[in-house]
């Protein structure tokens, strides 16, 4: 008897997980990245998972609608197969992406990347100076400062202070990290 009324419970759970699943994939909306002449890696994650995105034009992205956070971001350009830059975001802040909401049928545009917006933040300890670079995308997400290339990544930037009358008072060079 147990038997008889076990068999269609399981059914009957089978049967709304496959509706409940259908329903949700159907769910969809698009995602369209506005960052002309570059090319653009987005991974996203929401509670049904992470999502990967690569653009290099200007066409929409289907996607799940839903609540999205950004995990990771590569703007690069590339000139020829054998010339190339990028630069990445992978931590906070991100700026207006920090929450990204996709709409069933329609399309959310997102404005990143170039142009940069160059920012330094300055700490003093005693006579210890360090100064951090930022760069800042449309949407206020942050880059690190590396900049890759096809051949590795870019030598850190130089610094050299000089007085008024354009002596060099002192010299040294950035480092990542």
Known sequence: MKKIIVIPVIVVVVVLIGIIFLY?????????????????????????????????????????????????????????SEQWWSILCRREPWGKLATINVAKGNTTALKLGPPLEMRTDVQRNNRIVSIGLTMVGQ??????????????????????????SGQELASGKFEYG
């Open 139 to 164: 949407a206020g997400e942050h880059y690190s400062p590396e900049v890759l290339t096809h051949n590795g990544p870019r030598p850190a930037p130089k610094v050299k202070i000089v007085d008024e």
């Open 24 to 80: 949700y994939s159907q769910q969809t909306g698009y995602i369209k990245i506005e960052a002309p002449g570059f090319e653009t890696d987005l991974n996203l994650s929401s509670r049904w998972g992470s999502k990967a995105i690569s653009m290099s034009g200007s066409e929409p992205v289907g996607i799940r609608a839903g609540t999205y956070k950004p995990e990771r971001i590569v703007v690069r350009l590339t000139k020829t």
